[in-house]
């Protein structure tokens, strides 16, 4: 059974800094692509940044750019988003699923979230 796990959000300040884990289970995750979602309250899930099964390939939304970075350790079966320069627009509940692209299509497994939120 797959299960991804996310973990690291939490309550920040703007322009502070969090990394998030996806840790994955029941899966070999050198074989997946992995794609970071978040979704607002009140607004449609989008995504944020996608890796490729080996990391060579990485995409990410244009507002994430140049703040954000996502990595992966295949050998911890986990991958990472670490959030520089945070915003207040980048709060949201953040997801990882198994599946590369922005688009919410061919994702078939996810985890639950974790709550990112970015006030003073």
């Known amino acids: 059974q797959v299960q991804l796990v996310e973990s690291g959000g939490g309550l920040v300040q703007p322009g502070g800094s969090l990394r998030l884990s996806c840790v994955a289970s029941g899966i070999t995750l050198d074989n997946y692509a992995i794609t970071w979602f978040r979704q607002a309250p009140g607004k449609e899930r989008e995504g944020v940044s996608c890796?490729?099964?080996?990391?060579?390939?990485?995409s990410y939304k244009d507002s994430v750019k140049g703040r954000f970075t996502i990595s992966r350790d295949n050998a911890k079966n986990t991958v990472y988003l670490q959030m520089n320069s945070l915003k207040p627009e980048d709060t949201a509940v953040y997801y990882c699923?198994?599946?590369w692209g922005l688009g919410l299509h061919d994702h078939p497994n996810w985890g639950q979230g974790t709550q990112v939120t970015v006030s003073s």
């Open positions: 699923a198994t599946g």
């Open positions: 890796i490729s099964s080996r990391g060579r390939s990485i």
